[in-house]
């Protein structure tokens, strides 16, 4: 029942909700040259961030 490749998925989506946001936040950074970008860019995906770093540090049920 417990197949390994489940595990991928939770792992797979919570970098997807961390790296977006970060990588979003570095284009905005590029593009403006404010550090106020990067900072905004953290406020507003403050949500979906926390979701993904719970995903990727949550233990695997057995």
Do not use: C, E
């Amino acid at each position: 029942m417990n197949d390994p490749r489940d595990a991928k998925w939770p792992r797979f989506f919570g970098s997807i909700l961390v790296g977006g946001p970060v990588l979003a936040g570095m284009i905005v950074l590029g593009i403006t040259g404010q550090l106020s970008a990067l900072l905004l860019s953290a406020a507003i995906f403050f949500a979906p961030m926390l979701l993904g770093a719970w995903l990727l540090l949550r233990k695997p049920s057995d």
